[in-house]
């Protein structure tokens, strides 16, 4: 590992002084920071280790909604009582991810912003727009079957990696941020960005930022019908290939009342399209109405050759998800 | 920035309380095995992949290799030697000696100690929900099945 230096700030003020210095990142669980300083991937003259601050932590009812606190641990989030019971999308698009040993220590803000996967970007020895910008992106043409199909540029087709990150989508989340000059909120579509020009920056957060918590806005209605569709090269343990949040409230009578579908592995953010939604709202939740949400929301994706299969793939998963989404009620309870 | 500062930090390992000086990029796995003189946790692939240096901290399982030693002032740590009680194995140590559950035995610490925070957090209750909360840690010699039977038995869930 490159050398840096180290400290262990008491509180949030003392962090973003800390943050201020030039190369200074913080480090939560280190799950991916750690990994990606080892590769030499992500070089910071030093680290701010922002686990021993006070309240960051919290889980706790927020009005309406749920406040989740940008240290508690992914593990944590899934399990615990308020998000299983309101909000077990986001508990199950948690447990589709990583390992339990990881998920315990990964935390909510570090998995918004885990880095991509893409394999030239952790291979110091190749090219790569995102790491080196102007190098150029070999995947284009290489190694794309992991990577994006929809919202890419000439520079960069990585997609965010994230599972937590699509149902946060799905849900609506908001991001709350803290920097030395006050606070402010990111709705959680606007803070994710796609590669355009500037494939480096993976997120709106500006430099020296800090995310403190991730507000969710209440959504019981949500919470009967749901379905998280992770397909993958192996069963567990894997990144998705495409995954699939979704959820429906369904009137008495089997229409759609509301939907929300985002999509993981296709791009480099979370991918939602609420046009697609609104074109189930009214329907009766089947096939052929689900499968032209499907394909109104992959209209304008193009493969890279290894990953072309991630179309038709991701179309069969919207339709998956929604199909189980309309029978999770009757799945309750049952084993799973 | 000087790249060879030693940072004091104490931790309690096993029930022991122990005093280092570290570097900053010491991990926790390299301090465990290289510092404080246990290999009985191992490294596998260093990247939080392979589940061989699973340790508990403060009581909950963890990859050691992707954390640092620093991090983890003031924390307790169980290797798979802190496990056993005197002379008398864990539970978990007797079933997988029972089951069969390992070959070669590289993944079995780590296997062991992962297995240990799964009873502790409480959440399987099939097989099938052993198996993947054990997914985080990789055997090569495929001693899968023996390894779940082990886990399955302690927890006394039916196979
Ligand atoms: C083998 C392996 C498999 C995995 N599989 C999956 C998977 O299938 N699905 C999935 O979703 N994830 C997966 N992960 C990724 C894992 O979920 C992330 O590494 C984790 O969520 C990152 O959280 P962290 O707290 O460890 O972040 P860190 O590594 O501590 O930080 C990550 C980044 O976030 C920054 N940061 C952290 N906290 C804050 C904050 N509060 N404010 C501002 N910046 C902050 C850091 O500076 C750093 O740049 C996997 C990881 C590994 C190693
Ligand atoms: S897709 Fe993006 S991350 Fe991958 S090589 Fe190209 S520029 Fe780099
Ligand atoms: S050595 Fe830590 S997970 Fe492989
Ligand atoms: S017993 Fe050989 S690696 Fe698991």
Redesign the pocket.
Known sequence: MNPFDFQQPADVDAALAALAAPGA????????????IKEGV?K?SG??D?NPIAG?AAIAEDGTGLRLG??A??ADTAYHPLVRERYPLLAA??L????PQ??N???????????T?CVYFYDVGTPCNKRGPGTGCPAKAGLNRQLAILGTSPQCIATH?????VALRALDATVH?RAANGERSIPFADFHRLPGDTPDVDST?QPG????HITLPDARRFAQRFEYV?V?DRLS????LVSVAAALDLAADGTVRAARIAL?GVAHKPWRVEEAEELLTGRPAGETAFEQAAERILRGARGYGQNDFKIPLAKNAIVQALTNAVQKNELRGAPR | MDAYRQYPIRLRINGEDRAFAVESTVTLLDLLRERAGLTGTKKG?D???CGACTVLLDGRRI?AC?TLAVMQNGHEVTTIEGLADGDTLHPLQQAFIDHDAFQCGYCTPGQICSAAGLVAEGQAKTVDDVRELMS?NVCRCGAYPQIAQAVCDVMEIEK
């Open positions: 990142r913080p480090i939560a669980g280190g799950t991916n920071l750690l990994d990606l992500m910071p680290l701010v922002i960051l940008a240290l641990r992914n698009a948690i589709a991810g990583a390992s990881l998920r220590m990964a935390t909510n803000g570090g998995n918004l912003l885990q880095r996967r990696p994230s599972d937590m990150c941020v957060l930022e800090l995310i403190t992770k993958r343990y894997a990144f998705a993981g | 692939c990247h939080g992949q990859n992707l985080g």
